[in-house]
């Protein structure tokens, strides 16, 4: 049974930093592609950032330069950093690798 669980989330005022995690089991993980996701309120769910299996990172124009995202593959995790936040990243962040989705985990950037 695929299973993805987020952590990390919370509020932070602007200019602040959280590094989210994600902890998957149920499928090789090492095999995957993995990618995080943000859904704000009203607003269609935004690829944010995507690891290959090589560790090729990509990522949206939004967060490039302030997020990184990372795999440790002995512990089936993966990771977003996120620094100098701003309200406009305000959001539920969901991983995904194509096989099912966490319940997320929320990220709320006010003063």
């Known amino acids: 049974q695929v299973q993805l669980v987020e952590s990390g989330g919370g509020l932070v005022q602007p200019g602040g930093s959280l590094r989210l995690s994600c902890a998957t089991s149920g499928f090789t993980f090492s095999f995957y592609n993995m990618n995080w996701y943000r859904q704000a309120p009203g607003k269609q769910r935004e690829l944010v950032a995507t690891i290959s299996r090589s560790d090729t990172t990509t990522y949206s124009d939004s967060v490039k330069g302030r997020f990184t995202i990372s795999r440790d593959n002995s512990k089936n995790t993966v990771y977003l950093q996120m620094n100098r936040l701003k309200p406009d990243d305000t959001a539920l962040y969901y991983c995904?690798?194509?096989?099912?989705w966490g319940q997320g985990t929320q990220v709320t950037v006010s003063s």
């Open positions: 995904n690798c194509g096989l099912g």
